[in-house]
């Protein structure tokens, strides 16, 4: 095993870090995959070999999120961001409207596309306060002839999270995970789907996953083109068409780490304790470091915060650089500091982060 000493400390929002073992294994099987003299790349996704990557990543998922038997788990393309259109295509009839709770940048996203598709409606909006909270559960409104409620767990760029969900009775929840899937237990049986881009906390960009009730599944508008209904990738095991194979096999890789590092309860632990240092830091510093997340509604994946100056930001971005820290910006539509901290970043690099900002805080205060 080489070591860890030439790596980053990784804060990239996405795509992101990758466990060093997960890597390491994908290298020692890349021109080799089991005996079979080329890597999982160059192979016939009809192919044995393929097939039992594929299986056994859908088979560790449901182990690792417990998801019911009456859910299907399906692997799609063109990102969270195609599912923002795909949903209200198979879910949004006519004479019915889709509920969409605001609360950062990604659900305004998945409001547009579905406005274009149908009629929609905000059943609680977060924009007031700059979407530093998440809407209390009691806040949110549901209408009539609601198609779906549609959240996002994660606010990615203004860096909030959902602690509890809503019990919609009746109304199909959706949830784009995108941002902090498998980063917690969550109780699957309370959404009628769940959708995630890979590559913040599942593995490499370009694989979609897609958790969906089957019962929900079936209400689905049929009259859609092959690539945009849901029970085209349902009905073929997400092999109609070639997936992306080597994403998926590596998504493999990353599961099983989730699973020897003790699963979701090990690592909510560990991603509590990360948060924790930095938050802690933030809240330490008597207003040296503003945090924008009101307390209750932090993201324990992505820690945003400001310094008082945009002088004193670009010198702490610089100095953090400088020290080997990456992708501690803030997103370029809001600014300030924003560090990732998903479930590959190991407790030492916000250890680090930690005394960064203490000593730049001493320095600098
Ligand atoms: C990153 C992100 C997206 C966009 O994902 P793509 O795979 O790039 O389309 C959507 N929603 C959330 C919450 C995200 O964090």
Known sequence: MSTSTNRAHNFNAGPSALPLSVLQKAQSELLDFGGAGMSIMEMSHRGKE??????????????????????????????????????????????KKAAYVTTGAWSEKALDEAKKLGETYEAASAKAGKFSSIPA????????DTAYLHLTSNNTIFGTQWREFPDTGDVPLIADMSSDILSRPVDVSKFSMIYAGAQKNLGPAGV???????????TANPQLPTMLKYGTFAKENSLYNTPPTFG????????????????????????????????????ASNGFYKGHAVPAARSRMNIT???????????FLAEAKQAGFVGLAGHRSVGGCRASAYNAVPLESCQALRDLMLKFQKENG
């Open 248 to 283: 998926i096999y590596l998504m493999g890789l990353v599961l099983d780490w989730v699973k020897q590092q003790g699963g979701l309860a090990a690592i909510t632990a560990r991603n509590e304790a990360k948060a924790a240092l930095v938050y802690d830091a933030i809240d």
């Open 137 to 144: 559960l009691a806040e949110l409104q549901l209408q009539p």
């Open 50 to 95: 393929y097939e039992a990557v594929h299986n056994q990543t859908i088979v560790l998922l449901r182990e690792l999120m417990a998801i019911p038997e009456d859910y299907d788990v399906l692997f799609l393309q063109g990102g969270a961001s195609l599912q923002f259109a795909m949903i209200p295509l198979n879910f949004l009839p006519a004479g």
């Open 208 to 218: 979609t996953l897609v958790i969906i009730k089957k019962s929900f599944l079936a």
């Open 305 to 315: 915060f400001t310094l008082a100056t945009e002088e004193l930001e670009k010198k």
